[in-house]
């Protein structure tokens, strides 16, 4: 299972019920959060988020909007008697704040808080499933996007061809690699000797942001992209001045980048209805859908 | 009107659908915001508090399920455009985490936020009609109490009896503050040209604390007093541990300090029902509540 559950998808200012960003995102057995607005706690429980699994959190930057939940989770997290390691990847000033307010209440936490500081474009994460990079957008201060990939899967055994050829146990790691094979000195393709496997699936993450082209590289042909879409197009102005974007800015990019799906959020709080961002959106990018809160999309 | 609406009534852990501290006490047509845990700010919301009436917050402590939701309520109210002065009286290290919060956003307040630390019990606020003192209660770390008390009403024209004596109108002011007339060489009491106003009332706020008979002098003979019942009074080891109360010892406060109403909350996630909390604190003194969000208790 690959997907992202959504625990907030308004803007700053809570509203119609609607939460502050926060995203969870699954990969096998693997949580990877990312941003924790207030109250994402209270989401997790409401949304029965397995939190224990969560040992990877990601901020992509500091307006409160996608931070002020980190504080009362970990402090949870202590509470619950967490032993397992937790990674923080965050702006170098988030760690500042929280070991301030960790000192200030005379906290003390049963398990490790790593603190990685988001400095460049980098790898944060490269496991045998899966890697985690960040990269740069574009908003008034310091911001991040994440993009998860799948590694490449190793290749199925064929079972009757390997018997055919009478390949032993122990070469079976090199087909998966992707290795031939030798038999009666005749070169058997691994083509034949194996199937290939699911491909590989990636998510991209982009909030905060205002439109950007050179984005497109970073999020080319990835299988869902999330991208902000704080405004209707109407207020193309008001996005710029606040360096956010629309609707149609987000499906542009999904367009230009050639992604496969598109998942729109951050939605302005001067919005009850959300029924005109999937219908603009869908008219530029057809494979659209609005991020609802408690809802899970399956990364395909 | 004088009461005071639960927004969080549950302790550190969020669960069960309970929240973190917050109440608001309403006087008048004034509110005040004592602790501020997080999603304070969407309690607002579900409660429909008219939050733009806030002028003052009270924080008890720095424990974070007392204020980790007051930096987003702060950016709110910007957000919503206030301009208001907004008094916040909370220890002084409080002020260090929220600059830092908002210089690393980069937020700039349209209004001003006046920042008292609190040092030592006195008087916050002496308005005409309500002052607030605080009080240490008996934490882990400094911690305050607060208590709100109706300053001393005017007394009332007795219109009839001023008329008879021909009392002017520019005398009415002395004559609610309780002086005498003097008519025709003759005292005239201000007993008989007055009538006694609504007695004053009084509200204390005592969390997160520690049994402790000190207390008792602090808020004697309060209309409503708010004690912390974290445990039910089988676990007064574990509540001593943790520098909190059970049931009986907030209710054997109540009963000490002869108070009218006794008001318990900050329950521990490990209570689902809250049932033998009533009970178990009735036994002790009869005219206790539970505090629970939503609910408006009136103090009379």
Not at 32 to 50: A, H, P, S, W
Not at 67 to 89: A, K
Not at 223 to 236: F, G, R, S, V
Request: proline share 3%.
């Amino acid at each position: 299972m690959f997907g992202v559950t959504i625990l907030g998808n308004n803007s700053a200012l809570p509203a119609y019920n609607r939460h502050p960003t926060s995203q969870v995102i699954s990969l096998n057995d693997q949580l990877f959060l990312v941003d924790c607005g207030e109250g994402t706690q209270m989401q997790m429980n409401t949304y029965k988020i397995r939190r224990g699994k969560i040992n990877h959190i990601f901020i992509s930057h500091l307006h409160g909007d996608h931070y002020f939940g980190l504080p009362g989770l970990i402090t949870s997290y202590g509470l619950l008697g967490r032993v397992t390691d937790l990674h923080l990847y965050a702006p170098a000033a988030l760690k500042t704040i929280l070991d301030l307010q960790l000192n200030m209440s005379d906290t003390w936490l049963p398990y490790k808080l790593h603190f990685h500081a988001l400095e460049n474009a980098s790898v944060l994460i490269d496991e045998e499933h899966v890697s985690v990079e960040c990269f740069k957008v574009f908003h008034r201060i310091d911001c991040w996007g994440f993009l998860f990939r799948e590694k490449r899967n190793p290749r199925k055994i064929n079972a009757e061809a390997t018997e055919k050829y009478g390949v032993p146990l122990s070469y079976y790691e090199k087909l998966k690699r992707g290795e031939d094979y030798v038999h009666e000195g005749k070169i058997i393709s691994n083509d034949e000797l194996t199937i290939a496997n699911k491909p590989v699936r990636s998510y991209a993450y982009c909030a905060d942001t205002l439109y950007n082209e050179t984005l497109v590289e970073k999020v080319h042909h990835v299988n869902m992209l999330y991208h902000e879409a704080t405004y209707l197009k109407d207020k193309q102005e008001k996005a710029l001045s606040r360096f956010h974007s629309t609707t149609i800015q987000a499906a542009q990019l999904a367009k230009l980048a050639e992604v496969k799906k598109l998942l729109i959020g951050h939605f302005s709080s001067t919005y009850e209805k959300l029924d005109d961002f999937l219908t603009e959106a869908q008219e530029i990018f057809h494979d659209t859908q609005l991020a609802l809160e408690g809802q899970t999309y399956l990364i395909a």
